[in-house]
């Protein structure tokens, strides 16, 4: 089993930026994929980016290219997820999921394809 804590959500006004975490423990993979996922008010939950941890490659949903960006360290098992100019549409609840994942193999972007989830954590974009 995989354990992802997530942390860094909160409000924020339009414009403005956040930095999300989630650190992974638990059963230890050779290579993976992580990813963030947001879900907002009576909406599915919804693919924002991922990562993968040997290459780096980052894959991102078009309304956050630009804005958004992934990064890891490999060494404290951790993905960052910073949030730049922030929109008041960006407001959800993001969820860090965990895909093990050969180095050859592409992230995937459906929700039904991660294993491994976080409690997510709320960010609120005030307009």
């Known amino acids: 089993q995989v354990q992802l804590v997530e942390s860094g959500g909160g409000l924020v006004q339009a414009g403005g930026s956040l930095r999300l975490s989630c650190t992974a423990s638990?059963?230890?993979?050779?290579?993976?994929?992580m990813g963030w996922f947001r879900q907002a008010p009576g909406k599915e939950r919804e693919f924002v980016t991922a990562i993968k941890s040997i290459s780096g490659r980052t894959y991102y949903e078009d309304s956050v290219k630009g804005r958004f960006t992934i990064s890891r360290d490999n060494a404290k098992n951790t993905v960052y997820l910073q949030m730049n100019s922030l929109k008041p549409e960006d407001t959800a609840v993001y969820y860090c999921a965990f895909d093990p994942r050969m180095p050859w193999q592409e992230a995937r972007t459906s929700v039904n394809e991660y294993d491994y989830w976080g409690q997510g954590t709320q960010v609120t974009v005030s307009s």
């Open positions: 638990g059963r230890t993979f050779s290579s993976y994929v």
